[in-house]
């Protein structure tokens, strides 16, 4: 068989074995030639062009990639990331604007020669090789060299630092804890854009100095730093950013509440596509920035508040809350006509990003909190009744007699402050009678009449303003859904409850939208906090948002007398306290006591003043409650806690405002300011 074999191949003539043995050899040469001509010329070509910043035409690959998508420390340029918008107040104030920080990061490995030791040890030698001497030796003159020039770097560009523990992060290689040999160690936080250059500049000087000096492993990471100019003062409605913690993001910064998170759409703006590109060896490179599309920069914001008028509530209310002690308290001032917030705050407050700063503090109860308004509600059930017909103006309520105190369906509903003598519907609201607001609302109206009142002034629902996290109104239902576990109305129990303000709950910002109606002729305006988006050359302003005629302009003139008393009557539940030198004003008190089981009732209340202001002309509707008053000797009903800080938040806003004083007689009852 051997020979058969041998045979047939001899038989192959001896000139085609030639021919086909160059063929083979000239295609295994020309691979060869090609890959020594990309590897060697190719670089260098590519590396040539970049240094003369010329782009590559017709590339032979090329994908886009969205800008964010990539590491922000290996290919993403600043530039490339789309600018976070600024939000201003109504005054065009920047109240939170965007600037670039750094962070000086440093890899130790690069200079840590463990990896060269443990390779020595694995080969079982004692000395390491020649070139082994010499990289440890390179290590540690580079390391050196760092640690005596770079303090001195940082220094000239006003980078803050402490030596000793620069010298430390500088010479720890490896993890405490862990013994892991470190990657990334932070050197200094909040380095300029400027300073970061400055730095770079002089990290490359340094290797151009002397050829040994390979000052690798230094690396920045980009931030967003937020800043928030008014501090405290915004920063409930303003909310925070943070760093997204994916470093597939690309640093991306969000919005975590506030309008940063409502609009955080908008603010972000949207990331550009980078055009990259790839030679023969599929290697990616990139001569200069070129997108196939521009990103968009994020949206400017303005909002309705004025920053002002935020610091003046915070300021009224700090100060009221160290006189009579409180869990917290929220101020809302709207602009009667247009419905725009001018002011929203909750004490206390905090400031982002301060040693200080705590998260619950940022919670903004003036929307998210919800609490029974008490008497604050009588103008709300007055009026229904008379719009419906079942009272008059000039009828007469018995309220109580001498000791103040009347039975309804088995329920004891006590006075304040006992009424002797009958009253009329508007003098039971500037007396704040509660015999007589259950016997208009129980016996008058009853329930279906107390669910139109509720309805005509949208009691139940969310304000609809644009902050985040409003609370909705609510009230005990008509009708009782199974499985809710809440019980449905009763004349004996929501019938007596209803008219003195139990049995329901608004939050300020929505008992304060209630309160338009009685600023402008009998017409609801909805809140907003958005004055005007600027987005990719686009304004976008809300609509005004008004229901029409929620009242007739007789009975809204009737029940504005009654509450324009409350400050004017001095027998008023805030006339001591509420009544003002340089502007008239109408409102009504509420004082709803608090329960739960850690306070008893009758121990702890809270306190509503609603005002209306300048009563001639009204521009400002100003709601405060205080939460959770403590009863002490001093006082504790919305009278005497809450209707100082809305008179003096009133005076405030109206002269911020450019609103001149409309009070005639500035002498008139000088006396009656409380000491």
């Given at each position: 068989?051997?020979?058969?074999?041998?045979?047939?191949?001899?038989?192959?003539?001896?000139?085609?074995?030639?021919?086909?043995?160059?063929?083979?050899?000239?295609?295994?040469?020309?691979?060869?030639?090609?890959?020594?001509?990309?590897?060697?010329?190719?670089?260098?070509?590519?590396?040539?062009?970049?240094?003369?910043?010329?782009?590559?035409?017709?590339?032979?690959?090329?994908?886009?990639?969205?800008?964010?998508?990539?590491?922000?420390?290996?290919?993403?340029?600043?530039?490339?990331?789309?600018?976070?918008?600024?939000?201003?107040?109504?005054?065009?104030?920047?109240?939170?604007?965007?600037?670039?920080?750094?962070?000086?990061?440093?890899?130790?490995?690069?200079?840590?020669?463990?990896?060269?030791?443990?390779?020595?040890?694995?080969?079982?030698?004692?000395?390491?090789?020649?070139?082994?001497?010499?990289?440890?030796?390179?290590?540690?003159?580079?390391?050196?060299?760092?640690?005596?020039?770079?303090?001195?770097?940082?220094?000239?560009?006003?980078?803050?630092?402490?030596?000793?523990?620069?010298?430390?992060?500088?010479?720890?290689?490896?993890?405490?804890?862990?013994?892991?040999?470190?990657?990334?160690?932070?050197?200094?936080?909040?380095?300029?854009?400027?300073?970061?250059?400055?730095?770079?500049?002089?990290?490359?000087?340094?290797?151009?100095?002397?050829?040994?000096?390979?000052?690798?492993?230094?690396?920045?990471?980009?931030?967003?730093?937020?800043?928030?100019?008014?501090?405290?003062?915004?920063?409930?409605?303003?909310?925070?950013?943070?760093?997204?913690?994916?470093?597939?993001?690309?640093?991306?910064?969000?919005?975590?509440?506030?309008?940063?998170?409502?609009?955080?759409?908008?603010?972000?703006?949207?990331?550009?596509?980078?055009?990259?590109?790839?030679?023969?060896?599929?290697?990616?490179?990139?001569?200069?920035?070129?997108?196939?599309?521009?990103?968009?920069?994020?949206?400017?914001?303005?909002?309705?508040?004025?920053?002002?008028?935020?610091?003046?509530?915070?300021?009224?209310?700090?100060?009221?809350?160290?006189?009579?002690?409180?869990?917290?308290?929220?101020?809302?001032?709207?602009?009667?006509?247009?419905?725009?917030?001018?002011?929203?705050?909750?004490?206390?407050?905090?400031?982002?990003?301060?040693?200080?700063?705590?998260?619950?503090?940022?919670?903004?109860?003036?929307?998210?909190?919800?609490?029974?308004?008490?008497?604050?509600?009588?103008?709300?059930?007055?009026?229904?009744?008379?719009?419906?017909?079942?009272?008059?103006?000039?009828?007469?309520?018995?309220?109580?007699?001498?000791?103040?105190?009347?039975?309804?369906?088995?329920?004891?509903?006590?006075?304040?402050?006992?009424?002797?003598?009958?009253?009329?519907?508007?003098?039971?609201?500037?007396?704040?009678?509660?015999?007589?607001?259950?016997?208009?609302?129980?016996?008058?109206?009853?329930?279906?009449?107390?669910?139109?009142?509720?309805?005509?002034?949208?009691?139940?629902?969310?304000?609809?303003?644009?902050?985040?996290?409003?609370?909705?109104?609510?009230?005990?239902?008509?009708?009782?859904?199974?499985?809710?576990?809440?019980?449905?109305?009763?004349?004996?129990?929501?019938?007596?409850?209803?008219?003195?303000?139990?049995?329901?709950?608004?939050?300020?910002?929505?008992?304060?939208?209630?309160?338009?109606?009685?600023?402008?002729?009998?017409?609801?305006v909805s809140p907003t906090i958005i004055k005007n988006i600027k987005y990719d050359n686009n304004v976008v302003t809300p609509p005004l948002r008004v229901d029409r005629?929620?009242?007739?302009?007789?009975?809204?003139?009737?029940?504005?007398?009654?509450?324009?008393?409350?400050?004017?009557?001095?027998?008023?539940?805030?006339?001591?306290?509420?009544?003002?030198q340089k502007y008239t004003m109408l409102g009504k008190t509420g004082t709803a006591q608090y329960a739960d089981k850690d306070t008893p009732r009758g121990s702890a209340?809270?306190?509503?003043?609603?005002?209306?202001?300048?009563?001639?002309?009204?521009?400002?509707?100003?709601?405060?409650?205080?939460?959770?008053?403590?009863?002490?000797?001093?006082?504790?009903?919305?009278?005497?806690?809450?209707?100082?800080?809305?008179?003096?938040?009133?005076?405030?806003?109206?002269?911020?405002?450019?609103?001149?004083?409309?009070?005639?007689?500035?002498?008139?009852?000088?006396?009656?300011?409380?000491?």
């Amino acid at each position: 068989m051997s020979e058969g074999l041998d045979h047939d191949v001899s038989g192959i003539p001896q000139r085609g074995s030639m021919w086909l043995s160059f063929i083979v050899l000239s295609l295994f040469g020309l691979v060869g030639v090609r890959a020594t001509w990309l590897h060697v010329f190719g670089i260098e070509a590519k590396a040539c062009a970049i240094a003369r910043h010329e782009p590559k035409a017709n590339p032979p690959q090329s994908r886009l990639l969205a800008a964010e998508s990539r590491p922000m420390r290996v290919a993403v340029p600043m530039e490339a990331r789309p600018h976070r918008g600024t939000i201003y107040d109504r005054s065009g104030r920047e109240i939170a604007v965007s600037a670039w920080k750094h962070r000086i990061l440093f890899d130790p490995s690069r200079y840590d020669p463990t990896p060269i030791l443990a390779a020595i040890r694995e080969r079982g030698d004692t000395e390491p090789t020649r070139s082994e001497r010499k990289a440890i030796a390179k290590m540690e003159k580079v390391k050196a060299d760092i640690m005596a020039v770079l303090p001195s770097l940082l220094r000239a560009e006003g980078i803050k630092f402490n030596q000793a523990d620069l010298q430390k992060r500088l010479q720890t290689t490896h993890d405490a804890a862990t013994g892991k040999l470190l990657r990334e160690v932070v050197l200094a936080r909040d380095v300029s854009p400027t300073a970061r250059r400055h730095l770079l500049e002089a990290f490359r000087a340094r290797e151009e100095l002397d050829a040994q000096l390979e000052w690798r492993g230094f690396m920045f990471d980009d931030v967003v730093f937020r800043e928030y100019t008014w501090g405290a003062a915004t920063a409930q409605v303003l909310g925070i950013v943070a760093e997204s913690p994916n470093p597939r993001d690309g640093g991306r910064v969000a919005g975590r509440s506030g309008m940063e998170w409502q609009l955080d759409r908008v603010l972000e703006g949207k990331p550009g596509q980078i055009l990259e590109e790839r030679d023969g060896l599929n290697t990616p490179f990139r001569s200069e920035l070129a997108f196939a599309t521009e990103p968009i920069q994020g949206g400017d914001v303005t909002l309705t508040i004025d920053a002002e008028i935020q610091r003046a509530l915070l300021d009224e209310m700090e100060k009221q809350a160290k006189e009579f002690p409180c869990a917290k308290a929220s101020t809302v001032v709207l602009d009667a006509h247009t419905g725009e917030i001018l002011g929203i705050a909750t004490w206390p407050s905090t400031t982002p990003y301060a040693k200080d700063f705590r998260a619950d503090r940022l919670q903004l109860g003036a929307a998210s909190d919800s609490y029974e308004p008490g008497s604050t509600i009588k103008p709300v059930v007055i009026s229904t009744a008379l719009e419906r017909g079942v009272i008059s103006e000039t009828e007469r309520f018995e309220c109580g007699g001498a000791d103040g105190t009347e039975f309804f369906l088995g329920r004891t509903v006590t006075e304040y402050s006992p009424n002797p003598s009958p009253l009329t519907a508007q003098e039971i609201i500037w007396r704040s009678s509660n015999v007589g607001a259950t016997r208009i609302g129980l016996q008058r109206l009853g329930l279906p009449g107390l669910f139109d009142a509720f309805g005509r002034f949208k009691i139940r629902g969310r304000p609809g303003s644009g902050l985040p996290q409003e609370t909705a109104g609510w009230y005990t239902p008509q009708t009782s859904q199974r499985g809710s576990g809440v019980s449905a109305a009763t004349q004996s129990g929501a019938g007596v409850s209803f008219p003195r303000g139990y049995e329901l709950r608004l939050s300020p910002l929505h008992l304060a939208t209630t309160y338009t109606v009685f600023a402008t002729g009998g017409d609801r305006v909805s809140p907003t906090i958005i004055k005007n988006i600027k987005y990719d050359n686009n304004v976008v302003t809300p609509p005004l948002r008004v229901d029409r005629d929620v009242v007739s302009k007789t009975t809204l003139d009737y029940v504005v007398e009654g509450m324009r008393q409350v400050i004017e009557n001095p027998r008023g539940t805030a006339h001591r306290t509420g009544f003002s030198q340089k502007y008239t004003m109408l409102g009504k008190t509420g004082t709803a006591q608090y329960a739960d089981k850690d306070t008893p009732r009758g121990s702890a209340y809270n306190t509503w003043f609603c005002g209306v202001a300048p009563a001639s002309n009204p521009r400002i509707v100003v709601c405060t409650v205080f939460h959770r008053v403590i009863r002490t000797g001093k006082g504790y009903t919305g009278g005497v806690v809450s209707a100082p800080v809305a008179r003096n938040v009133i005076e405030r806003t109206l002269e911020i405002l450019g609103v001149p004083p409309d009070r005639e007689n500035r002498a008139i009852n000088a006396s009656a300011r409380p000491r």
